[in-house]
C-alpha cells in the first residue's frame, strides 16, 4: 500500500482515483476554509452547509479535472465554492440580504487586509488593495467577499449605480497594473 | 462572441469579483477560462483570508453518504423498497414533462434517482415501435471522470440486460416493445471505461428507478 499523501494536490489526485480516504483527509483539511467563505457570502448556516455539501460532492466527482498548472488546490477549490455561492444568490426570489451587510462592509474599510499581509502574494495584495481609493477598495472587497452585486453594492453604500459600477472597473483596472508592477 | 483583451480582462475579473450576474456568467466561464484563472489567482490571498469556520458534523456525513457506493450484490430486489418516491416522482415528472418534439408521447418512461437523496438524476424515454432509447440527463454532476455509466434493463425474470454506456440517445436491439416489455426497471452502475468487462454490473450501482409503459 501506498504511504499515506500529504499535500491536498496529492489527496486530490487520490481522490480522483476513487480513494476516499484521502478524499475524506482533503475534507478535514480544507472544509473550514471553505466554509468561512460561503457563510461570508450567504449569512446563512443552513445555505452555507448546503453549499459546502453540493460543492465536496462535486468536488469528488470532478477531482480529475484539476489541473495543478492552472491553480493552487485550495484556489481551485474555493473558486468551485464562490461559484455555487453566486449561483446559489442568483436563484429566483433570493431573500433580501441580512440586516447586518452595511455594517459588514464598513467593517472592511481597511479590515481585512490586515489578515492579508501573513503571506507573499497577500502582502502584495494587500499592498495594492491600500494604494486603491478607499471607496474603490470598499467596493471591491465587499463585492468579493460578500457576493455583492452592483445594485447592493449600490444600495448599500448609498450611491449611484453608475458610480458603483465605475468605482469597481476603475479598480480592478489599478490593481491588476498594481500587482503586475509588483512581481 | 469576439472580444478585445482589455474587454476580456475586465468581465473576467468582473466575473471572479463575482458581481457579473445573469447568463453573461455562464458564457464568461466558458469563453475565458485563461483570464479567470489569472484573476481567481490574484485575489487568492483574499479568498484565503476569510477565517476559517468549523462546519457541523453533519455536512461530512451527508457528503459521505453521497459519495459512498450501495453493496453491489442484488441490488435489483431493494428496488422495490424504495420505488415508492421514485413513482411518485415518475409521475410528477410525466405531468410536468413539457409536450415533447412530436404528438406522440413517449410510451415507455423510466425515472432513476439516487437512492440516498430520492431525488430523480434522469429520465429515460421510448417509443413503443422504436429501437431508440432517448435519455435526460436532469443532474449533470452525475458524471465521474474517468469511469463510464452504464445503463442495465432489470428484467421481471433472470440477469441484468446491458442496454449500453450512458448516453442522449442509446439504441436498443429491437423496438421497446420487444426490449422493454418485461423490464419493471432500469439502473445505472459505475464502471471501468468503456464498460463492464464482465457483461454483468461490475461495479456499484448508483442509480435505479421503475419503467413504466403507459400506453
Not at chain 1, 481585512?112 to 472587497?141: F, K, N, T, V
Not at chain 2, 450576474?21 to 479567470?36: D, H, K, N
Request: contains cysteine; positive net charge.
Amino acid at each position: 500500500m501506498a504511504p499515506p499523501a500529504q499535500t491536498l494536490d496529492e489527496l486530490l489526485a487520490r481522490s480522483a482515483q476513487g480513494d476516499r480516504a484521502a478524499f475524506a483527509r482533503l475534507y478535514q483539511a480544507s472544509a473550514a476554509k471553505l466554509y468561512g467563505v460561503a457563510l461570508r457570502i450567504l449569512r446563512r448556516e443552513d445555505w452555507a452547509e448546503e453549499v459546502l455539501q453540493e460543492c465536496y460532492v462535486s468536488i469528488w466527482r470532478h477531482a480529475a479535472e484539476y489541473r495543478p498548472a492552472m491553480a493552487a488546490p485550495m484556489t481551485w477549490m474555493t473558486s468551485i465554492v464562490r461559484n455555487r455561492c453566486l449561483d446559489w444568490l442568483r436563484r429566483p426570489n433570493p431573500e433580501p440580504l441580512a440586516g447586518d451587510a452595511l455594517e459588514s462592509i464598513e467593517d472592511e474599510n481597511p479590515g481585512p487586509l490586515a489578515a492579508l499581509e501573513a503571506s507573499r502574494d497577500g502582502a502584495a495584495l494587500a499592498r495594492c488593495l491600500g494604494a486603491l481609493e478607499s471607496r474603490q477598495r470598499q467596493a471591491i472587497a465587499a463585492a468579493f467577499l460578500h457576493g455583492l452585486t452592483h445594485a447592493e453594492l449600490a444600495r448599500e453604500l448609498r450611491e449611484p449605480l453608475g458610480t458603483v459600477k465605475t468605482w469597481v472597473r476603475r479598480g480592478l483596472a489599478r490593481l491588476r497594473s498594481c500587482l503586475e508592477a509588483q512581481r | 462572441m469576439k472580444l478585445n483583451a482589455e474587454l476580456k480582462d475586465r468581465l473576467a475579473a468582473e466575473y471572479v469579483l463575482g458581481t457579473l450576474r445573469g447568463p453573461a456568467r455562464e458564457r464568461v466561464r466558458r469563453l475565458l477560462p485563461r483570464e479567470i484563472a489569472a484573476w481567481e489567482q490574484r485575489f487568492a490571498p483574499m479568498a484565503q483570508s476569510v477565517a476559517p469556520v468549523a462546519p457541523a458534523a453533519r455536512v461530512w456525513r451527508a457528503v459521505e453518504r453521497r459519495i459512498t457506493p450501495r453493496p453491489r450484490f442484488a441490488f435489483w430486489r431493494t428496488i422495490g423498497l424504495m420505488a415508492s418516491g421514485a413513482v411518485a416522482a415518475l409521475i410528477a415528472v410525466a405531468v410536468l414533462l413539457p409536450p415533447q418534439r412530436a404528438a406522440i408521447p413517449a410510451s415507455y418512461i423510466a425515472v432513476l434517482s439516487d437512492p440516498k437523496t430520492n431525488h430523480p438524476v434522469l429520465i429515460a424515454t421510448a417509443e413503443r415501435r422504436d429501437a431508440l432509447l432517448r435519455v435526460k440527463v436532469l443532474d449533470p454532476a452525475i458524471e465521474v471522470p474517468g469511469r463510464s455509466l452504464q445503463l442495465w434493463a432489470l428484467p421481471r425474470q433472470g440477469a441484468p440486460r446491458s442496454l449500453g454506456l450512458l448516453s442522449g440517445e442509446m439504441k436498443l436491439i429491437a423496438a421497446a416493445d420487444q426490449t422493454l416489455a418485461d423490464v419493471p426497471a432500469l439502473a445505472v452502475s459505475l464502471e471501468p471505461p468503456g464498460g463492464s468487462p464482465t457483461g454483468q454490473p461490475s461495479g456499484p450501482v448508483l442509480y435505479s428507478g421503475p419503467c413504466v409503459k403507459y400506453w
